[in-house]
């Protein structure tokens, strides 16, 4: 059984702070990570996928990823009460038809 | 491209009855997985498929069934519906690669009485 732990939150951060969200995985052959955003009743979207070790840069959002120590964060730079969402990381299984873990989320809340 | 659909948007059942949930893909994706969420939950998978007349069981696929006879389409069939299936269900779908991200539909949320 593999596991996707995330701090469930709730975080609250100012309007303009940065937001950090933390992941850890259990499973060491899983090879590509993803942060989802999820609003209140609605899908999860897609806000980063990441595969190397390092960090990823997009915009305002950067995840970071360390294989070694199992573990994929997702920053917030400038956080806006747009972000006030949940954050769902997932990780892969290449071997069975590509399935994702979810964690449970992490949920958002940007302070204006 | 309209993505990922599902019908419907919205369905109260009971206890005992039966009904299918639809999922449609128009962007020729071999891969498919049928979710449900719970309140505070993550996701967790049920079945999902490979390609057409493939599928395969996921985490928690009691009380479900599943089929795979077009590329497009993948319909989940709930029997005998009870209440701990009260959830929201969303259908997936993916290239092939393990780098693809999946691509959500819209969701159903499902109330069993």
């Known amino acids: 059984q593999k596991e996707v732990e995330q701090n469930s939150g709730p975080l609250s951060v100012p309007e303009g702070a940065i937001a950090s969200l933390n992941c850890t995985y259990s499973d060491r052959v899983s090879q590509s990570f993803f942060w989802y955003r999820q609003y209140s009743g609605k899908s999860p979207e897609l806000i980063m996928s990441?595969?190397?070790?390092g960090d990823k840069e997009d915009g305002r959002f950067t995840a970071q990823l360390n294989k070694a120590s199992q573990y994929v964060s997702l920053l917030i730079r400038d956080s806006q009460p747009s972000d006030s969402a949940t954050y769902l990381c997932?990780?892969?299984?290449?071997?069975?038809?590509?399935?994702?873990?979810f964690g449970t989320g992490t949920s958002l809340t940007v302070i204006p | 491209n309209a993505g990922v659909t599902q019908t419907p948007k919205f369905r109260i059942l009971k206890i005992g009855q039966s009904m299918t949930l639809q999922c449609t893909q128009d962007?020729?994706?071999?891969?498919m997985y049928w979710y449900r969420q719970d309140p505070g939950m993550g996701l967790k998978l049920i079945y999902y498929s490979v390609g057409a007349g493939i599928t395969d069981k996921g985490e928690v696929p009691n009380g479900y069934n599943v089929s795979r006879s077009t590329t497009e389409d993948f319909p989940l069939r709930l029997e005998l519906a009870a209440p701990s299936q009260t959830s929201v269900y969303f259908c997936?779908?993916?290239?092939?690669?393990?780098?693809?991200?999946?691509?959500f539909g819209p969701g159903t949320r499902l109330l069993v009485l």
């Open positions: 997932a990780v892969n299984d290449p071997g069975t038809g590509n399935q994702f873990y």
């Open positions: 962007m020729n994706h071999n891969y």
């Open positions: 997936a779908s993916s290239y092939s690669t393990s780098q693809e991200t999946q691509y």
């Open positions: 990441i595969y190397s070790n």
